[in-house]
Nanobody
Framework: QVHVVESGGGLVQAGGSLRLSCEAS????????MGWYRQAPGRQRELVAR???????TFADFIQGRTSISRDSTKDMVTLQIHNLKPEDTAVYYC?????????WGKGTLVTVSS
């Protein structure tokens, strides 16, 4: 069974930085896509950034210039760094992984940005 675990969330002040990490375990094959989504209260889950062997790297417009994403294929791990955090970045951040045609989600990690 594939398990996805996120880490790095917490409470930060506006203007600060945060690093989120995600690692998948129990995988037989390497992930072909890994990325991050977020969901704020009353909002739909939305893409933050992802890396795909097919589509390359994609960033959401709201995060352009404030984030970087990296992938360690040997460990099925993906890391997201966000800079200049804003209160509107407050959300639960979810790690998303595709292995073949199967999709897996982490339980999420809460990021709270204070003004």
């Amino acid at each position: 069974q594939v398990h996805v675990v996120e880490s790095g969330g917490g409470l930060v002040q506006a203007g600060g930085s945060l690093r989120l990490s995600c690692e998948a375990s129990g995988t037989i094959f390497s992930a072909n896509a890994m990325g991050w989504y977020r969901q704020a209260p009353g909002r739909q889950r939305e893409l933050v950034a992802r890396m795909s062997s097919k589509d390359g790297t994609t960033f959401a417009d709201f995060i352009q210039g404030r984030t970087s994403i990296s992938r360690d294929s040997t460990k099925d791990m993906v890391t997201l760094q966000i800079h200049n955090l804003k209160p509107e970045d407050t959300a639960v951040y979810y790690c998303n992984i595709w292995i073949g045609d199967k999709e897996y989600w982490g339980k999420g990690t809460l990021v709270t940005v204070s003004s």
